[in-house]
């Protein structure tokens, strides 16, 4: 249920009388989406398990999720301000994993471990929201078949709406190796699959962020879309691919908004197999760039 608006334009007039039966009705999660703490007082007013909002220095409330303040940050880097949509889908993300994903467990098996096992499964999300951020999906096969040739399963993961382009990879690959359970899995047990997987492959999602939390060892495949030193997932064990084309950070969600042929995202398979590669041979975090 959303707060009804101010009765002038400036949201910091609206008091907690203002909210009406919304202040009666408990509810499991309050958001404040406003990246300024001006209306940060009105989640105190709400009966709420849940309290998430961005950081703010103007506020005292204690929120249970709490979002650094991206966007001052980047522009005192000279960069872009973080459009709705981005902060919007950060904030959802963050709440859905604070309140659903389970602790880290202490006794997952190490790399190290997992790679005396007979069989290993590498966890591949090759989808995402904005096709800015996409991979071709032959090189997502041809990596695929090159894994399995080094006796690896492949598990490919991903919600209803990633479902299509996990399809087309999975049938074009042996039916023995690999599972396609995009749109099967809630958001922990996609968690898990990850985390018992010796290393994770994706693009700029949610779950490249949700990878990194887990410890596990994982390449993001990052576009010219958002700059990585604002927004690559932070793990003991990540590494991120880029084409360093000097069009980025463009902020562009649509193919038509390209103007330079998706240069950042022509990453070459042997590129990314040979990070895959030293990814499982050995740990660290870094960043490995093409020349544009």
Known sequence: MGIPPPRSDNPALLEPSDLGAIRQSPFDV??????????????????????????SRHST?????????LEKSARRRGKQG????????????????SIQVPAARTDRPTLAAKRRQ????????PSARSPIKMWRTDRWIALCHRLIAADFA?????????????????????????VNRAGEMTLPEVTAAISDSALFIGLDTG???IASSTGSAALVLFSGHADPQVWAPDGPDVGILR??????????????????????????????????????GQSGSGQRRLAS
């Open 30 to 55: 309050a958001i404040d989406l406003r990246h300024d703490g001006d209306t940060r007082h009105l989640l105190d007013a709400v009966q709420a398990r849940y309290r998430v909002g961005y950081a």
């Open 61 to 69: 409330l204690q929120l249970d999720v709490e979002l650094p303040e």
């Open 82 to 97: 973080i459009s709705n949509r981005a902060r919007l889908s950060l904030l959802v993300e963050a709440a859905i994993q």
């Open 118 to 125: 007979a069989r290993q499964t590498i966890a591949i999300a």
């Open 154 to 178: 492949i598990v490919l993961v991903g919600d209803a709406g990633d479902r299509e382009t996990c399809d087309a990879i999975a049938h074009g690959l042996p039916a023995a190796s690999v």
């Open 207 to 209: 779950l490249a962020h």
């Open 243 to 280: 084409n360093d084309v000097p069009c980025a950070p463009c902020h562009a969600t649509r193919m038509e908004q390209c103007l330079f042929d998706h240069r950042c995202m022509d990453l070459p398979l042997d590129f990314v197999w040979e990070a895959a590669s030293a990814r499982l």
